[in-house]
């Protein structure tokens, strides 16, 4: 007599592996996000320690190239002629690891953004302000870096901007916070110093 399974043992079997499939799947791209928002936060550190060491050095932190605006590449500063970095890096968020080599919508990888406020009004520094979506950073801050959250990058439609940059060096943030949700809105933060 010959053995083998039945219709029913296999439906079960191929049922389990369904079942096991859909939980580990979600599990694996919270990870993706999750390490690309750790990867943003040890970034960031480093970038403002070579912000701190590079303010030894020149008694400044390193200028935007148009007073007042954000912009990354002016952290260019720190790699050359004086390496306080080796390399800049690029925001976490808008590379294809963290997104996905098949995501539909392309991003262009960027390095982090880089806010000098003490450049607009040396005795103010950066002035946060409170609004319905933005969160407090306590204490004096110089400059403010950050990288763009998962609720930018991930959907397939963009954010809202989570930072905004008002007259006088003002700013309105929303923080990043995993408890939210993996995929919650907001940018990661890192105040210098």
Same mark, same amino acid.
């Given at each position: 007599?010959?053995?083998?399974?039945t219709?029913?043992?296999l439906?079960?079997? #191929?049922?389990i592996m369904?079942?096991l499939?859909?939980?580990?799947?979600?599990n694996?791209?919270?990870?993706?996000t999750r390490?690309?928002?750790?990867?943003?936060n040890?970034?960031l550190s480093? =970038?403002a320690m070579?912000?701190?060491t590079?303010r030894?050095?020149?008694?400044?932190?390193p =200028?935007? &190239?148009?007073?007042g605006?954000?912009n990354? +590449?002016?952290?260019?500063?720190? *790699?050359?002629?004086?390496?306080?970095? &080796? +390399?800049?890096?690029m925001?976490?968020? /808008? *590379?294809?690891?963290?997104r996905?080599?098949?995501?539909e919508r392309?991003?262009?990888?960027a390095?982090?953004?880089?806010?000098?406020a003490?450049q607009l009004?040396?005795?103010q520094?950066?002035q946060?302000?409170p609004?319905p979506?933005s /969160?407090?950073?306590?204490?004096?801050?110089?400059? =403010?870096? +950050?990288?763009?959250?998962? &609720?930018? *990058?991930l959907?397939m439609q963009p954010?809202a901007?989570?930072?905004?940059?008002l007259?006088?060096g003002?700013?309105q943030?929303? #923080?990043y916070d995993?408890?939210?949700? /993996?995929v919650?809105?907001g940018?990661?933060y890192?105040?210098?110093p």
């Amino acid at each position: 007599m010959r053995r083998a399974f039945t219709y029913v043992e296999l439906t079960i079997v #191929v049922a389990i592996m369904a079942i096991l499939a859909a939980i580990a799947i979600p599990n694996f791209m919270e990870a993706r996000t999750r390490a690309g928002v750790s990867r943003s936060n040890a970034d960031l550190s480093m =970038l403002a320690m070579s912000c701190e060491t590079y303010r030894l050095e020149n008694r400044a932190y390193p =200028l935007n &190239s148009t007073s007042g605006k954000p912009n990354g +590449w002016d952290l260019r500063a720190l *790699t050359t002629p004086i390496q306080y970095l &080796s +390399w800049l890096p690029m925001d976490s968020m /808008t *590379t294809e690891d963290a997104r996905g080599h098949q995501h539909e919508r392309r991003m262009t990888p960027a390095p982090y953004t880089y806010f000098n406020a003490i450049q607009l009004d040396p005795k103010q520094g950066l002035q946060l302000v409170p609004g319905p979506d933005s /969160t407090d950073l306590p204490g004096f801050h110089a400059a =403010l870096l +950050w990288g763009l959250g998962p &609720s930018s *990058t991930l959907p397939m439609q963009p954010a809202a901007p989570s930072t905004r940059i008002l007259e006088g060096g003002k700013v309105q943030i929303l #923080v990043y916070d995993p408890t939210n949700g /993996t995929v919650s809105l907001g940018d990661v933060y890192q105040p210098v110093p």
